[in-house]
């Protein structure tokens, strides 16, 4: 400790019993003076205002350095302290983004391992799919899920299967996914989880089954989401439940990722699996590239190229659920088009019928998120008969 200024630690006691209410940048400034004479009981204090500070500010240097600065704060909080490990990893969570908002990934790769030794391992392994380094990703995934986080939940398990199946782990990636499954089945069951989401969740096992070469298994799991279809056809949902968008799009983005460059660390790629935890470089990246392919589909189709036209389509509409898709406001209305599209594009091409069977149950999918059940039973019917 240096040497103290007594008139400054004065004037912040003064500021601070004030009666008015303080601004954020003045508990910042007497809580930095304060804490250097009672660490104990104002380093904590610190680390929560510089935190609330930085989510103010608009310039991305600034929110660095205050993010830093709680960081080296949190360090400094005594070992023993409860709430020491939380708060240090709440200010390298924020201190993370604000780097890789800023592009700087191999500081941001660095702190995102420190979290991890500290026990917050998501985030490390979201930062290792996006680089392509799924199996380091994958060992993180079951490290989280079979030491205390919910077993079963939706969120972490299929991150974890994603990139088992990045891995090229197909089999144990169908066993991981297939656990959930197995969850979704029973509570939809006992109607504590949406049927919807079983049937997404039934047919993205039947995509993987298929890609791993294990056909029958993957017909049989389009036959009972068909069944779980025309159950919701006939007699709709049993019950309103909230906004379960977030699920759609999740599946939807991972069906597409074998249609995407490789991830690796110069060009890195959404996690796909994971619920938009993606870095804010790689977000905007990808979203980035949708001109670039709506000028690609332009060309396509004037030179009449309709194989790849539908393959760029869906790329682009994979983009704009993955951008607002999460939003239930005029949600029919604003992605109907795309699907529409998509299926307008391969019933030309009658000799792929494969394209027009991944096209119908794209937009099968979406309209049972739209809760449009009748024409989605349609479109997935017309699809199984495809495969079949």
Not at 242 to 262: K, N, Q, Y
Not at 289 to 299: I, V
Request: charged share 30%; with cysteine.
């Amino acid at each position: 400790m240096g040497k103290i200024d007594h008139d400054a630690v004065l004037r912040a006691r003064v500021l601070l019993l004030g009666s008015g209410r303080l601004s954020e940048l003045q508990l910042v400034t007497a809580y930095r003076v304060l804490a250097e004479v009672s660490p104990k009981a104002y380093l904590p204090k610190l680390v929560d205002a510089l935190l609330t500070l930085s989510y103010h500010t608009r310039d991305p240097k600034v929110d660095v350095a205050l993010r830093a600065e709680a960081v080296g704060a949190a360090r400094r909080i005594e070992a023993g302290e409860p709430s020491r490990t939380e708060r240090l990893c709440r200010a390298l969570d924020a201190y993370q983004r604000a780097l890789f908002a800023l592009g700087r990934r191999a500081e941001g790769r660095t702190v995102c391992k420190e979290m991890a030794e500290a026990g917050w391992n998501g985030r490390l392994a979201n930062i290792l799919a996006e680089e392509g380094r799924f199996r380091e990703a994958a060992e993180l995934n079951e490290k989280a899920v079979r030491n205390g986080q919910p077993e079963h939940s939706f969120w972490h398990m299929v991150e974890w299967a994603a990139n088992l199946e990045g891995a090229g782990l197909h089999d144990k990636a169908s066993a991981v996914f297939g656990e959930l499954l197995d969850e979704t089945r029973r509570k939809a069951a006992e109607q504590d989880k949406s049927p919807a989401i079983l049937t997404w969740e039934l047919v993205h096992l039947s995509r993987m089954r298929e890609a791993a070469g294990h056909g029958a298994d993957a017909a049989a799991l389009r036959r009972e989401a068909l069944t779980v279809l025309e159950e919701l056809a006939t007699t709709g949902e049993p019950k309103n439940w909230s906004c379960i968008l977030a699920w759609w799009v999740t599946l939807f983005a991972l069906s597409g990722r074998a249609d995407e460059p490789a991830a690796t660390a110069e060009s890195p790629m959404p996690p796909f699996g994971a619920d938009r935890q993606w870095s804010a470089d790689t977000r905007e990246a990808f979203l980035g590239t949708l001109p670039e392919l709506e000028a690609q589909a332009a060309g396509l189709r004037e030179a009449g190229r309709l194989p790849e036209l539908a393959d760029v389509q869906r790329r682009i509409s994979i983009r704009a659920a993955l951008r607002d898709g999460g939003r239930p406001h005029r949600f029919e209305e604003r992605f109907k088009p795309y699907f529409d599209e998509g299926v307008a594009l391969a019933r030309r091409l009658p000799d792929d019928p494969a394209r027009l069977a991944r096209a119908l149950t794209d937009r099968a999918m979406f309209l049972v998120a739209a809760r449009t059940f009748e024409p989605a039973h349609a479109d997935f019917a017309e699809a199984v008969t495809l495969l079949a």
